[in-house]
């Protein structure tokens, strides 16, 4: 039996207009109708009548039209053939291209120090993994793809055989009756395959089935988690809740000895990042609040001597304009930021300071940062950190940066300001906010003991009775990873950590005298479902199950699974980025192609491989617009009238003999090629291929969509290239 493909066709096709223009103009422009079945309808003469006739229809095109439109038809269609040929051909030597020039992400060979700096929990520098363990979670997904392969290959034969996976009871009368006959009459390949199929339908599909609900169950849990952080989200903004400090707002505007101005340490710390220093350094030498009452350390950890020497030519620089400034450098380097800012903490004169400020390198404060965040602690003995959102200054530099501002948007707005205000916790984001000393201390100070330190200190903190605050309206801007190299590594520090960090901390979580609620919201909520199972549920199922259940069509996914909650909650994510809603689709699938990365770095963190170790500094690109320079000359004159200010063309001067240098030096742009994505991709391709001879029209797209996904991120196709 022949296969069918009727299934592709509409009933309701008429035809094409097809529009004819000629050039000469004593011609004029004639639209034609395509052909359609009563074109082609036998005619007769009605014998007596002079009238021509036809079977069921009166025939409505002359001979003359139809073999116009009949050559407008070859024309195009030799058209399209040839348009899509070119671009296959074209798509084709762009992926020799890039393996040919690309660099694999296994190439041990690479000096990783061209993109990020790289140091371990344990001391300085990079050690060389484990190449078994390296290498373990990419031959499982390149054994599953060659056996998707052949197993693409059995089912096409067997589907060319007469084979069709229509209704299961079709299929099973259907292999009873071949069991039935002997083996000499039915052939060796259906016995061989009827044979499969009951391996398949005893033996393979029950487990499948069962952890595709489980995957299900676990799915549905976390979205009603994303559903009620969103309502919480609707409910704060209908209130108009909104953390209120407790001083009088004339105080705060008031600047003088009778405002709230305790003493504040500001902290900076950093490594090796000489794009982004100048800025951040400027940034927080123009806060506005008393130099009397701020000390700014610069924490450097750079191993680079040109590096050390920009930043401290910088930092004498602005302590020579009158601000209130240190440089501290490392020689020892072990610990890596909470290594950092231990050390930082244990200078003597720390004991005169109430609170501590913390910004990341790239970070730029508004002058009025600490006037918005450090209020909120007077007389709220019970408040431990106040948190600011981020901004980004390159969130529309490119498809990633965009697709990164969708995320974060979220886990600000939604995730944090939620559980800020119903909880009075969430994971401190290492970079500005102000924390009061004394609940660093109370905590026990920096722990080097994982590559989230800012989220162990939160933690410790809360189980000592700590309160946090989160302010949505007070914004700090810095960069996103604008290459996908340092998103990826990024986020496997980001997943590997937190796995580290439960380990660890869930004897102690279980200990604290802290309420059910509390501890269940811990363990449960930010520790299971939104740090283990959200990566689990969402590498197995789409990436894994999915294409299985295409080859072992006995367990099925529905396709409410597969399509609508996806996209419901890819909708929920993307409301608080109301710009980026055309974004939608390309988020979706960019997040499930971020699940090979997430899940390889929660196992990391989970069982103590050696990669989850790693601490990766992003790699930052040090965007600052001119408007940015003007407006910072402007507060240096507001805020420092006193002493003379740098020159507005000096530094622009300076930045442009730097970028002239940076060019002279640059290095040519690579792209990775990422072995795990695309094995992927070539997976999700098979199954796709495999799911048009069961006529699974939403998997066949998901798939389809899904791996070119994988492809387009394993061949480095989004974001900037690697210098």
């Not at 505007?253 to 490594?271: H, R, S, T, W």
């Not at 055309?582 to 997040?591: D, G, H, Q, T």
């Not at 798939?703 to 387009?712: A, E, K, P």
Request: with cysteine.
């Amino acid at each position: 039996m022949a296969p069918s493909f009727q299934w592709w066709a509409k009933e309701s096709h008429r035809g094409t207009p097809v529009v004819v223009k000629m050039e000469n103009p004593n011609w004029s422009m004639v639209e034609l109708e395509g052909p359609s079945e009563d074109d082609f309808l036998i005619t007769t003469e009605s014998p007596g009548s002079g009238r021509t006739r036809d079977k069921g229809h009166r025939g409505r095109k002359n001979a003359k039209q139809l073999t116009w439109v009949l050559l407008l038809k070859a024309h195009r269609a030799a058209g399209c053939l040839t348009s899509i040929a070119s671009a296959m051909f074209g798509l084709a030597a762009l992926i020799r291209r890039r393996l040919a020039s690309g660099r694999t992400d296994s190439d041990e060979n690479e000096n990783d120090n061209d993109d990020n700096d790289v140091v371990l929990a344990d001391g300085v520098g990079r050690e060389k993994e484990n190449p078994t363990v390296k290498t373990r979670f990419y031959f499982f997904i390149k054994m599953f793809l060659w056996l998707s392969v052949i197993l693409l290959g059995f089912e096409i034969a067997a589907y060319y055989k007469g084979w069709h996976f229509g209704a299961p009871k079709v299929l099973q009368f259907q292999l009873q009756s071949l069991w039935a006959t002997p083996l000499g009459v039915k052939g060796i390949f259906d016995w061989i395959y009827s044979r499969w199929v009951f391996v398949r339908v005893e033996y393979l599909a029950p487990p499948l089935q069962f952890l595709a609900n489980a995957c299900i169950v676990l799915f549905l849990i976390q979205s009603v988690d994303r559903l009620v952080l969103c309502l919480g989200c609707f409910y704060i903004k209908f209130k108009k809740i909104k953390p209120v400090p407790k001083q009088d707002q004339m105080d705060l505007e008031a600047g003088d000895k009778n405002g709230y101005f305790p003493m504040v340490l500001v902290q900076i710390p950093m490594c090796n990042e000489k794009e982004v220093y100048q800025q951040s350094i400027a940034a927080v030498c123009n806060l506005d609040w008393p130099k009397s009452q701020m000390l700014i350390q610069i924490l450097d950890d750079s191993d680079d001597p040109t590096t050390q020497l920009l930043i401290k030519e910088e930092v004498h620089k602005w302590q020579q304009e009158g601000a209130h400034i240190l440089y501290r450098h490392r020689v020892i380097r072990d610990g890596y930021k909470a290594g950092n800012l231990k050390s930082a903490m244990n200078c003597s004169y720390v004991k005169d300071y109430e609170f501590v400020a913390m910004f990341d390198a790239d970070f730029q404060p508004n002058p009025d940062f600490l006037k918005q965040t450090v209020p909120h602690f007077k007389d709220n003995e019970e408040l431990g950190l106040v948190q600011a959102r981020w901004s980004f200054v390159n969130k529309d530099e490119n498809l990633l940066t965009r697709l990164q501002n969708i995320n974060l948007a979220f886990h600000f707005e939604v995730e944090q300001q939620v559980n800020g205000v119903f909880v009075n916790f969430f994971g401190f984001n290492g970079t500005a906010g102000v924390w009061r000393i004394k609940a660093l201390e109370d905590a026990g100070g920096w722990l080097e003991r994982t590559t989230v330190e800012d989220m162990d200190i939160a933690v410790r903190a809360h189980l000592k009775g700590w309160k946090f605050i989160f302010l949505n309206d007070v914004e700090c801007q810095c960069e996103l990873p604008e290459s996908y190299e340092a998103y990826r590594k990024q986020q496997h520090r980001w997943h590997s950590g937190p796995m580290q960090l439960f380990r660890l901390c869930l004897p102690d979580v279980i200990r604290a005298k802290i309420s059910f609620w509390k501890k269940f919201n811990m363990i449960f909520l930010f520790f299971l479902l939104r740090k283990l199972i959200l990566p689990f549920y969402s590498f197995t199922l789409f990436c894994i199950i999915l294409p299985m259940t295409m080859f072992i069509p006995e367990a099925q996914l529905p396709a409410w699974v597969v399509c609508y909650i996806p996209a419901t909650m890819s909708f929920l994510n993307i409301l608080p980025a109301p710009k980026s809603f055309p974004f939608i689709v390309p988020y979706l699938l960019f997040e499930n192609t971020m699940s090979v990365t997430k899940f390889n770095a929660m196992i990391s963190g989970l069982f103590q491989l050696g990669s989850a170790y790693e601490w990766v500094v992003t790699k930052k690109s040090g965007r600052s617009s001119e408007g940015d320079l003007v407006s910072l000359v402007e507060k240096e004159s507001k805020h420092q009238r006193g002493s003379s200010v740098p020159n507005l063309d000096e530094m622009k001067e300076e930045i442009r003999q730097q970028e002239q240098k940076a060019a002279r030096k640059k290095k040519k742009k690579h792209n990775r090629i990422y072995t795990k994505e695309l094995a992927l991709a070539f997976l999700l391709l098979t199954a796709s291929a495999r799911s048009l001879l069961s006529a699974q029209g939403i998997h066949f797209y998901f798939l389809l969509f899904q791996g070119v996904s994988f492809l387009l991120v394993g061949l480095d196709l989004i974001g900037e290239q690697v210098e």
